[in-house]
């Protein structure tokens, strides 16, 4: 959802700025000058000599009492909005805990960062995993995990996936009392140097 958010609104934003700057471009071409082409009256740039705001555009409103805490509000919000998206980026919904079932009917708290240290470490030692990376999101009691997998050359993609499901995932299932702990795995390439024949 933040990722399909942050790509509307980025390609609005983008869209905006390009319709800007190809006004101001436009309009700084003095393109009736060289190729016979004249802009719209509409158009908010006519020649290289224009402002963005004239002076009577600067002044209009300047003795209305409402247009100053206006322009402070829009101002306000948009500074804020801009914070508020730029911490969203940052932030992270990573599982400091787990809850799991002790046995005993009072249940227990796992430490997020130790069961990310297990599947890390567990994935490491599987055949054509150089190195990996695990995240665990989602709520206490339905935790899900977000694996990155650096495979070697004569790693086959498919074994890697399966054996992280039927043994690095089903021991962590088991050991920590998960019904379910579903994972989303993203395999990269390593690279390595050639090796030379001799």
């Known amino acids: 959802m933040r990722t399909a958010f942050n790509r509307v609104l980025l390609g609005l934003?983008?869209?905006v700025l390009l319709v800007v700057g190809?006004?101001?471009?436009?309009?700084s071409l003095d393109l009736q000058?060289?190729?016979d082409f004249t802009v719209p009256?509409?158009?908010?740039?006519?020649?290289?000599?224009?402002?963005?705001?004239?002076?009577?555009?600067r002044?209009?409103?300047?003795?209305?009492?409402w247009w100053w805490p206006v322009v402070f509000v829009v101002l306000g919000v948009l500074f804020l909005a801009s914070v508020w998206w730029l911490l969203a980026q940052a932030r992270t919904r990573r599982?400091?805990?787990?809850?799991?079932d002790s046995g005993d009917g009072q249940?227990?708290?796992?430490?997020?960062?130790?069961?990310?240290?297990?599947?890390?470490?567990?994935?490491?030692?599987?055949d054509g995993v150089e190195y990996s990376n695990a995240v665990l999101t989602g709520r206490r009691g339905a935790p899900e995990a977000r694996l990155v997998l650096g495979l070697?050359?004569?790693?086959?993609?498919?074994?890697?996936?399966?054996?992280?499901?039927?043994?690095?995932?089903?021991?962590?299932?088991?050991?920590a009392s998960l019904p379910d702990l579903p994972a989303e795995a993203r395999l990269r390439a390593v690279r390595h140097r050639a090796a030379r024949v001799s």
């Open 152 to 175: 070697a050359p004569h790693a086959t993609p498919e074994e890697v996936v399966t054996g992280l499901d039927e043994q690095v995932l089903e021991r962590a299932r088991t050991s």
């Open 59 to 65: 002044t209009r409103y300047r003795s209305d009492g």
């Open 107 to 126: 249940g227990a708290l796992l430490r997020g960062r130790a069961l990310e240290s297990v599947l890390r470490s567990e994935a490491e030692g599987f």
């Open 41 to 57: 009256d509409w158009w908010p740039f006519t020649g290289p000599k224009d402002v963005l705001l004239t002076d009577h555009s």
């Open 95 to 100: 599982l400091r805990q787990i809850r799991i």
């Open 13 to 15: 934003i983008g869209l």
């Open 33 to 35: 000058r060289h190729w």
């Open 22 to 27: 190809l006004s101001v471009l436009v309009g």
